[in-house]
């Protein structure tokens, strides 16, 4: 794959993890009052990941701590995290 190549396919993949992580930021609020731990959990265990893709550190950590949080039911955990996570993205230029 040429460099330019590369580089557009980093920057399509970008746009659709803003994408997701716009429609995720959303999706926490609702899951957090069904108390449906194994969905933030999973949805944290994916952002967690394409956080590190693209090296967003800080947030790929919050994410780690909030799926582990979720797995074990930590209410007021999960909700202090996922104000943080939402707060990181929206700083770091990823969601609204």
Same mark, same amino acid.
């Given at each position: ?9 980093? /920057?399509? %993949?970008?746009?659709?993890? =803003? ?6 930021? *959303? ?5 957090? !009052? #069904? ?15 394409? /956080?590190? %893709?693209?090296?967003?550190? =800080? ?6 701590? *909030? ?5 074990? !039911? #930590? ?22």
């Amino acid at each position: 794959m040429a460099a330019h190549d590369e580089e557009d396919f980093m /920057a399509e %993949l970008k746009q659709e993890f =803003k994408a997701a992580v716009k429609k995720n930021m *959303l999706e926490f609020q609702s899951l957090y !009052k #069904e108390e449906n731990y194994a969905d933030i959990a999973r949805i944290a265990h994916d952002i967690k990941g394409n /956080a590190a %893709l693209f090296a967003l550190n =800080k947030g790929s950590e919050i994410a780690a701590e *909030l799926q582990l949080s979720a797995q074990n !039911k #930590e209410a007021e955990k999960v909700k202090s995290l996922i104000e943080a996570l939402t707060a990181y993205m929206k700083e770091a230029g990823i969601s609204d």
